[in-house]
Nanobody, 126 residues
Framework: QVQLVEAGGGLVQAGASLRLSCVVS????????MAWFRQAPGKERESVAT????????NYADSVKGRFTISRDNAKNTMYLQMDSLKAEDTAVYYC???????????????????WGQGTQVTVSS
């Protein structure tokens, strides 16, 4: 069984940066395609970014392109989300997710992912 634990959330002002991390335990992270999702109060969960098992290919939601960067370090079993130029509308609980696959194009849809973390709160004040 795979466990995912997010960290790095917090309260920041608009324009600031944060880096989230997601530590994978139970199985090597290199077996999994992974992704970040977020859910704001009263809204549905939405995709943020995906990354292949190797870290070579990434994909982003239009709302975060150019501001967020997804990456991973399989030696540390950890995935990251560098968030720059944060906006108030980025406020949400951020979740990491994983699916055992070597696909070169992990989908942005949440139904594909089997394993989820508990989430970390990101609050951006304007």
């Amino acid at each position: 069984q795979v466990q995912l634990v997010e960290a790095g959330g917090g309260l920041v002002q608009a324009g600031a940066s944060l880096r989230l991390s997601c530590v994978v335990s139970g199985r090597p992270s290199s077996s999994y395609a992974m992704a970040w999702f977020r859910q704001a109060p009263g809204k549905e969960r939405e995709s943020v970014a995906t990354i292949t098992w190797s870290g070579i290919n990434t994909n982003y939601a239009d709302s975060v392109k150019g501001r967020f960067t997804i990456s991973r370090d399989n030696a540390k079993n950890t995935m990251y989300l560098q968030m720059d130029s944060l906006k108030a509308e980025d406020t949400a609980v951020y979740y990491c997710a994983a699916h055992p696959s070597y696909t070169r194009l992990p989908p942005l849809g949440s139904d594909w992912y089997d394993f989820w973390g508990q989430g970390t709160q990101v609050t951006v004040s304007s």
